[in-house]
């Protein structure tokens, strides 16, 4: 692909709106699938709308049902762009942790990542990735839909995916390491504009290397919208451990209390 095809390729990518998994502190990863809450359409819809005067070429996103409505409510905007979905955009699978209150192990896991540096290190249980492995299958398929871009001459791609994968990919992207996804946490339907500088052998280890323009942007999200959650604030509000999420045998996402719930 020619360099200056590729030059010319600008990525939004976008975290997903707010859902309930999201709401009760609870890790949201791969098999978790819970569409977006009503804060959270709220969240998309401004999204859609800050797109509404932006060139837009293509929309893709993870095969999530909260990334799709996220991206559906920018193609509102946008009725003849194409729009897509692939699974290696899906979110890190993060194990016996998914669906789990974040205090109990993914804090931890956290710190390891992005403090201690262990992209390595798996979520624990079976079928979890680590940083790596998430980059080893979420890369090339960002590699795939920069090159079939500006194969097309499409400028300007939204891509709406996950907190954890985002992160993971900027930092391959912006500096070539994993080491540094610490620094890009993002929070929900936040906007990232990243510039294009090479595809392939050019790009180092990951096959895309970029530019940011901005990083994490909620500018335009009215302070009503955001989100009130986060996992540091989950510390001091314990009673949120008292509920999980799980997937019953018929595939439903169902909410567990722990204890009796609060009066």
Same mark, same amino acid.
């Given at each position: 692909? %020619?360099?200056?095809?590729?030059?010319?390729?600008?990525?939004?990518?976008?975290?997903?709106?707010?859902?309930? #998994?999201?709401?009760?502190?609870?890790? =949201?990863?791969?098999?978790?699938?819970? %569409?977006?809450?009503?804060?959270? =359409?709220?969240?998309?819809?401004? #999204?859609?709308?800050?797109?509404?005067?932006?060139?837009?070429?293509?929309?893709?996103?993870?095969?999530?049902?909260?990334?799709?409505?996220?991206?559906?409510?920018?193609?509102?905007? +946008?009725?003849?762009?194409?729009?897509?979905?692939?699974?290696?955009?899906?979110?890190?699978?993060?194990?016996?942790?998914?669906?789990?209150?974040?205090?109990?192990?993914?804090?931890?896991? #956290?710190?390891?990542?992005?403090?201690? +540096?262990?992209?390595?290190?798996?979520? %624990?249980?079976?079928?979890?990735?680590?940083?790596?492995?998430?980059?080893?299958?979420?890369?090339?398929?960002?590699?795939?839909?920069?090159?079939?871009?500006?194969?097309?001459?499409? =400028? &300007?791609?939204?891509?709406?995916? &996950?907190?954890?994968?985002?992160?993971?990919?900027?930092?391959?992207?912006?500096?070539?390491?994993?080491?540094?996804?610490?620094?890009?946490?993002?929070?929900?339907?936040?906007?990232?504009?990243?510039?294009?500088?090479?595809?392939?052998?050019?790009?180092?280890?990951?096959?895309?290397?970029?530019?940011?323009?901005?990083?994490?942007?909620?500018?335009?999200?009215?302070?009503?919208?955001?989100?009130?959650?986060?996992?540091?604030?989950?510390?001091?509000?314990?009673?949120?451990?008292?509920?999980?999420?799980?997937?019953?045998?018929?595939?439903?996402? #169902?909410?567990?209390?722990?204890?009796?719930?609060? &009066?």
């Amino acid at each position: 692909m %020619p360099d200056a095809a590729v030059e010319q390729v600008t990525l939004y990518l976008i975290r997903h709106g707010e859902t309930e #998994v999201n709401r009760r502190n609870c890790v =949201q990863g791969k098999r978790i699938d819970p %569409p977006l809450n009503e804060r959270g =359409q709220q969240q998309a819809e401004c #999204v859609g709308r800050h797109f509404q005067d932006i060139k837009v070429d293509w929309i893709v996103t993870s095969a999530a049902q909260r990334a799709i409505e996220t991206g559906t409510a920018v193609s509102t905007h +946008h009725p003849g762009v194409p729009l897509a979905s692939f699974s290696a955009l899906n979110e890190l699978e993060f194990g016996d942790l998914e669906g789990r209150h974040v205090t109990t192990g993914y804090n931890d896991l #956290v710190v390891k990542w992005d403090t201690d +540096h262990c992209a390595d290190l798996a979520a %624990p249980g079976a079928g979890s990735e680590s940083p790596t492995a998430c980059a080893q299958r979420a890369m090339p398929c960002i590699q795939d839909i920069v090159e079939a871009a500006a194969a097309k001459g499409w =400028q &300007h791609v939204c891509i709406v995916a &996950h907190s954890r994968l985002i992160q993971i990919v900027l930092a391959a992207m912006l500096d070539g390491s994993l080491r540094t996804m610490g620094k890009y946490k993002q929070k929900k339907a936040a906007i990232n504009t990243i510039k294009v500088s090479a595809v392939g052998g050019a790009a180092g280890q990951w096959g895309v290397s970029a530019v940011a323009l901005k990083v994490n942007s909620v500018e335009h999200m009215p302070n009503d919208v955001l989100s009130r959650v986060s996992s540091a604030g989950a510390m001091a509000n314990r009673k949120d451990e008292l509920v999980c999420f799980e997937v019953d045998s018929s595939g439903v996402l #169902v909410l567990r209390y722990l204890s009796a719930p609060p &009066h």
